[in-house]
Structures are given as C-alpha cells and as structure tokens.
C-alpha cells in the first residue's frame, strides 16, 4: 500500500500542471468577469430598452428571453468563481464540478439559439434555412469554444484525477 502511495506521488510530481494554473490564475477569473460585465450589461439593457429597443418592439418575447439569459450569464460567471476555489483547493470532485460548469454553459448558448430562432420565425416568415446563416457566427462564437475547452479540460484532468483529494 505504501508503495502504491509512492508511485501515485511520483506521478504527480511527473504531470505538468501549468494549465491547471492557467485556469486558477487566469481562464476561471476572466471568465467571470467577462460573465458579470456581459451579464449585467445584458440585463440593463433588456430592462432599461437601450441598444435592442426596435428588435424588442419588433420581437417582445426576446426582451424576456434575454433577461433570463442575463440571469444564467451571471449565475455562471458566479459558478466559474466557485469552481476555481474547488480546483485551487485540489477538492474532491472538483473536476467534475468543472466539466458540469461548461456542459450548463454550452446548454444555455444552445437553448438561447433554439428559442431565439424560434422566436424569429414565430414573427417573420423568414426561412430557417436563412435565419441559420445569420446565427453561424452565434454558434461558432458561443458554443464550438466551449466544446473544444470541455473535451480539452476533460482529458487534462482526467490524467490528474488521483490528485484531487482533499
């Protein structure tokens, strides 16, 4: 038992971690502060009618869609916080708590997507086929980064899980 201690901490000692301090010190805060800033912006503007005043005239329903996205941003960005102290901490479960953390992001850019969409074309006889091109760059913006971050983060620790214990 003493050696399989021995061998687990000299795998550690082997694994690099520089990515495990890139995200503690730096992805996980911006993130959250980017989340916050976009977040409250957001729902300034979706209460107070100041940018997107002629789209919500046009699509009231999206001024609610866009309050509770605002609501998910900054419950998120809150989350990243969270989430940081756990990894910082080497807690248990942390990882997981991190893989969940962008799963509910990615669920939320996609359910924003759909109910937009559907939103536009419940109003507009626009096409899907048309109203997909203009929300391309949506898709690849919001959702194909937060996938390749999952899958990335996913497999570094996984490698790494033996060291979250405490």
């Not at 939320?108 to 096409?127: C, E, F, G, K, R």
């Amino acid at each position: 038992m003493e050696e399989m201690r021995m061998n687990q901490s000299f795998e550690a000692q082997n694994l690099p971690m520089k990515w495990h301090k890139f995200m503690i010190y730096f992805a996980l805060w911006f993130g959250a502060v980017m989340g916050f800033v976009v977040g409250f912006l957001l729902l300034n503007d979706a209460l107070l009618n100041w940018y997107y005043n002629p789209l919500y005239i046009a699509f009231p329903a999206l001024r609610y869609l866009n309050i509770a996205l605002a609501v998910c941003i900054i419950a998120l960005a809150a989350c990243q916080i969270y989430v940081r102290f756990q990894l910082a901490g080497f807690r248990i479960g942390a990882p997981e708590k991190l893989f969940t953390l962008y799963k509910v992001g990615i669920a939320v850019s996609v359910i924003d997507i759909v109910l937009t969409i559907a939103i536009i074309m419940i109003n507009t006889n626009v096409p899907l086929s048309a109203i997909l091109r203009e929300f391309s760059w949506q898709i690849l913006r919001d959702i194909v980064p937060s996938v390749i971050m999952f899958f990335c983060n996913k497999v570094y620790y996984n490698k790494r899980a033996h060291l979250f214990v405490n």
